[in-house]
């Protein structure tokens, strides 16, 4: 697993390390694609089959309070977001960004550290 440099989390859920189908998220290990909400780590199975929808990501448009950054991270590679998801969740008011998975694990916790309503759904990598 990759270590990212720690944080102080006060209360919000911080990314420490990801690699190998893994992440390590406030402390605890969870297998497999996962979404990070500031106060919340939920299975991502959409995340796990490579299918990225609206519907899948219903945790984030429902969250509360509402969630004006989603982060993607789309595995080791880069993965334009598709225009109709980045419209449903413009829709919703709020901006995805789509990146690797390790940029979007450094950049919640960054945005999250600021206090920003973030959200990171995250595919894992083998």
């Known amino acids: 697993m990759t270590e990212i440099a720690p944080v102080d989390p006060q209360g919000r859920s911080v990314i420490q390390a990801y690699g190998g189908g893994r992440f ?9 694609s996962v979404i990070v ?5 939920l299975p ?27 982060l993607l991270g789309t595995g080791s590679t880069m993965r334009p977001l598709a ?6 969740l413009k829709r919703h008011g709020i901006v995805g960004d789509a990146m690797d998975t390790g940029a ?3 950049t919640f916790n960054i945005l999250a550290g600021e206090d920003r309503r973030v959200a990171a759904a995250l595919m894992a990598d083998a």
């Open 37 to 41: 909400l500031v106060d919340a780590v």
């Open 83 to 88: 225009p109709d998801l980045r419209g449903a």
């Open 24 to 32: 390590r998220i406030s402390g605890t290990e969870f297998a497999g």
């Open 104 to 106: 979007a694990c450094r």
């Open 44 to 70: 991502w199975s959409d995340g796990d089959r490579g299918d990225v929808s609206i519907a899948g990501l219903s945790p984030v448009v429902e969250a509360e309070p509402a969630v004006e950054i989603l």
